[in-house]
């Protein structure tokens, strides 16, 4: 059971949609409340408005087979998948894809090892990023870029595990 967070009822779960960004996978408002705010928003748009709304709604089972396509595609080439991704990291760092690809090919700013075929996903060369600013910072590998992050991208805890490794061997 769940409460409708719109009229205030509570309904059986199949009486929500699915809704992937909650914590329980189902939007908060009932498929009946949703209908009604719905068909309030589409009852204000002009023909113009409607027609071009309607243009590009698709089926569920056209959406599903356009997935499946773009998925076993993604899969199985991967100059498509370096270009997805290309164009995707690119859009989200505010950079162009040229210049994300550029950066992209420098060795890493840690260790300076280059990694140009990544084997698997995750692998491979990353543009670093302030996670609180969004500004760029360098390219490092993917170990250089995931002991970062494990660190909280904090300098004191980073200094703290050298000088514990120092203790260790003084030769460091």
Known sequence: ?????????????????????????????????????????????????????????????????????????YRSDPEYRLRIGTVANAKRYGITPEEYLERRSRPCAICGVYKLEPRKPGSGMHVDHNKTTGQLRGTLCARCNRGIGMFDESPEKLLGAVSYLKSFDPVV
């Open 1 to 73: 059971m769940k409460l409708c967070k719109r009229c205030k009822t509570e309904k059986s779960e199949e009486n929500f949609s699915p809704y992937l960004r909650s914590k329980d996978g189902l939007f908060s408002w009932c498929k009946k409340c949703n209908c009604e705010l719905e068909k309030g928003r589409y009852s204000k748009l002009t023909p113009e408005e409607r027609k071009l709304k309607n243009r590009h709604h698709r089926s569920e089972k056209a959406q599903e087979k356009a997935h499946t396509k773009q998925s076993e595609r």
